[in-house]
């Protein structure tokens, strides 16, 4: 299903809306488009069945977003999210990158790959983040910038604190609350490159950081800053990590477990007097990591005020600048019923699109070649028809 706020942004032609009303929703299943219907923001309501939005297609001004069909065996959200980590992929058209170091603040340095353009300043910039346990080499960060490098932007895929092998950068850790940290990147590449349009895009715990970084800038983003865009976005902490906790996600929760006790190991084998690890082995979930780690190591209270503090969903309806949102209603730890925030139907900024299938920042579509990667697609798809560099 894939739904949309009031002012809709156009994506290459895809995309307008219907002047006439006012909240207007575009809905597409699983095999066709159903260009609109109109109802109030409940979500009971979503559950109108096919039959009646087939008997809605013939709004003339009304245009859909390219439709998402999932591979054909790929639609168990499990599957599908499981899938889209061992896929085989190539990244052929990819430009070479130079790596770069980024002050975020005293003391703690970030690590970019910069893929750039001839003439850097002339061409958009996409900055990509990725989720957790993630790194600037996910498939999703390769594949994203491999599309907006041959659509020609220039692509810095950002690793968050300590992540890609960076934990000697910083004596810090990284939580879903440093959204300064790609707003000290953005400005750099604004004050000391020159560069004359940015976008920024986050994938899951990425998603939330851009979209939190956006609603803290409120009006006050920098002009250069053109957009934002968020696939499969956790802005709601609590929620994400009460759905880790379900038994039927136990597999994302044992890998992530996993690999946050690995790295808080490795981390305090490098500051073993910042950091005792004595409480770490009876940690079995995300939000008793959260609560003996995160929380004790960065400032807050609990697993609930760190939830509290860096969801971005408590600054979504201070967003000021153009917002795209891809979600798929089957993502299996990332609620769709969260997605019923005021600002989604509030703020004309937020574009919100969410398809039915498509698992945790998966989207394998039955496409070939490089279209099967459709989230991707859209990302960038978004940021072009924002960039005035590129028309």
């Known amino acids: 299903m894939l739904i949309s706020n009031r002012n809709i942004p156009r994506l290459e032609a895809h995309v307008t809306y219907a002047k006439s009303t006012p909240v207007p929703f575009l809905i597409a299943t699983k095999s066709y488009i159903a260009d609109s219907i109109f109802f109030e923001w409940r979500f009971d309501e979503l559950a109108t069945t096919c039959t009646e939005l087939r008997k809605r297609r013939d709004i003339s001004n009304m245009k859909s977003v390219q439709e998402f069909t999932p591979f054909a065996i790929l639609r168990n959200k499990h599957l599908m999210t499981i899938a889209a980590n061992f896929w085989p992929r190539r990244f052929s058209r990819l430009g070479s990158s130079t790596p770069r170091l980024f002050e975020t603040e005293p003391g703690t340095r970030v690590r970019g790959e910069c893929h750039w353009q001839e003439n850097p300043p002339e061409h958009p910039t996409l900055v990509l983040l990725h989720g957790l346990e993630g790194s600037c080499d996910s498939g999703y960060m390769l594949g994203t910038a491999e599309r907006a490098w041959t659509a020609g932007f220039n692509v810095v895929r950002l690793n968050q604190r300590n992540c890609g092998g960076t934990e000697q950068l910083t004596p810090t850790l990284y939580h879903s609350g440093l959204s300064g940290d790609i707003r000290a990147v953005i400005m750099e590449l604004i004050e000391r490159d020159g560069l004359r349009e940015i976008f920024a895009a986050g994938y899951s715990m990425g998603g939330n950081l ?167 697609a859209r990302v960038v798809e978004f940021c072009r028809a924002k960039s005035g560099l590129l028309t």
Not at 257 to 283: H, N, T
């Open 210 to 376: 851009v979209l939190k970084m956006a609603g803290e800038l409120g009006s006050d983003a920098p002009p250069e800053l053109c957009a934002v865009a968020a696939v499969a976005p956790a802005f709601d902490l609590k929620a994400c990590a009460d759905a880790l906790s379900r038994r039927e996600n136990i597999i994302y929760q044992r890998h992530f477990v996993r690999g946050l006790k690995r790295r808080m190991r490795y981390k305090a084998s490098l500051f073993p007097e910042r950091y005792p690890i004595d409480r770490m082995r009876g940690i079995r979930s995300v939000r008793d990591f959260d609560g003996q780690i995160t929380a004790r190591f960065c400032g807050f209270r609990d697993a609930d005020d760190y939830y509290a503090q860096s969801s971005a969903g408590r600054v979504l309806a201070q967003i000021g600048i153009p917002a795209l949102i891809v979600t798929a209603q089957d993502d299996p730890f990332v609620p769709f019923v969260s997605f019923a925030h005021t600002a989604m139907r509030e703020n004309s900024n937020i574009t919100l699109v969410a398809t039915q299938n498509g698992g945790h920042c998966a989207f394998i579509s039955r496409a070939s070649g490089v279209a099967r990667f459709w989230a991707e």
